[in-house]
């Protein structure tokens, strides 16, 4: 993505996620859904998503995946596509050309174990999302927008089931409130900034602390297998943990009360 649409210098990432959203996602994603992707065809796709939703937080390369997507409510690829097979499904099963409808019989009877076949996958994305069956659907279909509800619905309520599943697990996401995440949500940590370089910075700062990528002394010292000091550079009193660095440094606050008092005369 071109400079001043992601990292601290560019737009409020939820902006920048909107405009990956609309013009990227698209071609990124044309005709894939009728495509018979193999694993690592889907791999290849999932690393520039991943990393493209990385860069626009400004967040490092070791940032637990399921952060990434969450503070943004961004769906990873799998569901992107999923998405789409169920948008074609259903264009197809409104179809009213005959033609087309005994292909589609046709094609159900005879390649439902067919695993490269489009109607085998679709079955098995409709399973995954607790969705009505292909031959439910073709008997009594939905409207177009109760469709696409219910889809978004389901997609999106699994999505946030898996990743919050994938966040418990991880011992460096402690600080990040899991009340506050659903696919389709943004953090307030991005919806309460601007889209000032001064705001994204301090926004870039405050979700490396929440997703435990803010290197401290602690952290250099574990991660140099004790090479390092863990000691606090601005007081010397204790470890520089992120408790210490938010609670308990007399120096820090110290500077912040100093800052706070010139502010007040101005």
Wanted: aromatic share 8%; hydrophobic share 35%; glycine share 4%.
């Amino acid at each position: 993505m071109n400079t001043g649409l992601h990292g601290t210098n560019g737009l409020n990432p939820q902006i920048s996620y909107k405009i990956y959203q609309s013009y990227v996602i698209p071609r990124l994603l044309y005709r894939m859904e009728i495509l018979p992707l193999n694993q690592s065809q889907l791999d290849i796709m999932t690393r520039f998503h991943t990393k493209t939703l990385r860069n626009i937080q400004s967040l490092p390369k070791r940032t637990a995946t399921g952060s990434v997507f969450m503070l943004l409510g961004a769906l990873t690829i799998e569901a992107e596509i999923h998405k789409r097979q169920l948008s074609f499904l259903y264009s197809v099963l409104s179809c009213n050309n005959s033609t087309i409808q005994g292909l589609v019989d046709r094609q159900i009877i005879m390649n439902i174990d067919n695993h490269l076949s489009f109607f085998c996958k679709v079955t098995g994305v409709l399973a995954l999302y607790d969705l009505p069956s292909i031959t439910t659907l073709s008997q009594n279909l939905p409207s177009k927008l109760k469709w696409k509800a219910t889809v978004k619905l389901a997609i999106q309520d699994y999505w946030t089931k898996t990743l919050i599943k994938e966040i418990e697990t991880k011992s460096s996401l402690t600080y990040l409130d899991k009340t506050l995440l659903r696919i389709g949500s943004t953090h307030p940590v991005w919806t309460s900034l601007s889209s000032t370089v001064s705001d994204v910075k301090k926004g870039a700062i405050k979700v490396r602390l929440l997703t435990g990528t803010y290197l401290l002394e602690s952290h250099r010292s574990k991660f140099s297998g004790g090479r390092e000091s863990a000691l606090c550079k601005y007081c010397g009193t204790s470890d520089k943990d992120i408790t210490h660095f938010l609670l308990l440094c007399p120096a820090l606050h110290s500077r912040e009360k100093k800052h706070s008092a010139n502010l007040s005369l101005m």
